[in-house]
């Protein structure tokens, strides 16, 4: 199975910051990693798509980018709406969740 | 609109046996491939498995903490996704999800039920 190391699990920002959370796989994994935002009691909400790619309908001041076992997903200017969990989900082989990073309001 | 409701958690001894059931609507169920999603408290998410559509198989994967236990299933006339937990361990309690799968170049997780929480304690 393929393993997901996020980094790190917690972060502390203000609004306006510009974040970077990293996801490294066990294996290559090309391009096939997704990014999600969750926070407690709603679903989780799809931000990036292969890599990436922006789904329809998030801010632009998410952004990802990576290859093969290094990827990073950026917040550009965080706002208030943006502290929750972010989890990184390979889908090369099967499906794993990376072990989350939970933005924290400093 | 799309609609996923899970039921059948609760409180269960370790050993123990649960199903647990996904009450789909709002889209065309036998297209889609289905998969669960748990979530331990303090924990982050975690893939269970997935079913592939009737036209592909309906072939089962599964993670490997869950494998040779669990037992995911659907029925295409009824609009139901099951997840069938034997010998049931305490590291099994976590809220469960059932969620549907969409293809964008690779899949990706669509849609969401509000979980049911499945408590194996003693």
């Known amino acids: 199975d393929i393993q997901m190391t996020q980094s790190p699990s917690s972060l502390s920002a203000s609004v306006g910051d510009r974040v970077t959370i990293t996801c490294r796989a066990s294996q290559n994994i090309r391009g096939h990693l997704n990014w999600y935002k969750h926070k407690p009691g709603k679903a989780p909400k799809l931000l990036i798509y292969?890599?990436?790619s922006l789904q329809s309908g998030v801010p632009s001041r998410f952004s990802g980018s990576g290859s093969g076992t290094d990827f990073t997903l950026t917040i550009s200017g965080l706002q208030p709406e943006d502290f929750a969990t972010y989890y990184c989900?390979?889908?090369?082989?099967?499906?794993?969740f990376g072990g989350g990073t939970k933005v924290e309001i400093k | 609109e799309v609609q996923l409701v899970e039921s059948g958690g609760g409180l269960i001894n370790p050993g123990g046996s649960l199903r647990l059931s996904c009450a789909a609507s709002?889209?065309?169920?036998?297209?889609?491939?289905m998969t669960w999603v748990r979530h331990a408290p303090g924990k982050g998410l975690e893939w269970v498995g997935r079913i592939k559509s009737k036209t592909n198989g309906e072939t089962t994967d599964y993670a490997a903490p869950v494998k040779g236990r669990f037992t995911i299933s659907r029925d295409d006339l009824k609009n139901i996704l099951y997840l069938q937990m034997n010998s049931l361990k305490t590291e099994d309690t976590a809220v469960y999800y059932c969620?549907?799968?969409?293809?964008?170049?690779?899949?990706?997780?669509?849609?969401w039920g509000q979980g049911t929480l499945v408590t194996v304690s003693s």
């Open positions: 989900q390979q889908s090369y082989s099967d499906l794993t």
């Open positions: 709002g889209f065309t169920f036998s297209d889609v491939y």
């Open positions: 292969g890599s990436y």
């Open positions: 969620s549907t799968l969409k293809w964008l170049g690779l899949e990706v997780f669509d849609y």
